[in-house]
């Protein structure tokens, strides 16, 4: 199964956004994550999910950003709140062992004003 990140978009500061990850097949039995890659900065974890929906976020989101799924829509959302502009990034959804591995498809571009 592939992921692709969608719904990035410009917006100001405090806003929120809700990017998409669709499943190109069934997402039930694959652990996801959210991940950023901020310009000139190596790419981090910003939130996990497992399949039986553990939960994980990186210190610097946790608070504002939500992650969920819906497994019957082959989709994982992460919601975003209180934007700031140190959360301009690249993002990108994949499953934990592709990201592991390396392999990173298409992200989308996030890029909070102040």
């Known amino acids: 199964v592939q992921l692709q990140a969608s719904g990035g978009g410009l917006v100001q500061g405090g806003d929120s956004l809700r990017l998409s990850c669709q499943g190109s097949?069934?997402?039930?039995?694959?652990?996801v994550g959210w991940y950023r890659q901020a310009p000139g900065k190596q790419r981090e974890v910003v939130a996990t999910?497992?399949?039986?929906?553990?939960?994980y976020y990186g210190d610097s989101v946790k608070g504002r950003f939500t992650i969920s799924r819906d497994n019957a829509k082959n989709t994982v959302y992460l919601q975003m709140n209180s934007l700031k502009p140190e959360d301009t990034a690249v993002y990108y959804c994949?499953?934990?062992?592709?990201?592991?591995?390396?392999?990173w498809g298409q992200g989308t571009l996030v890029t909070v004003s102040s």
């Open positions: 097949g069934a997402i039930f039995s694959i652990n």
């Open positions: 994949n499953t934990l062992i592709r990201a592991r591995a390396g392999y």
């Open positions: 999910i497992s399949t039986g929906g553990i939960i």
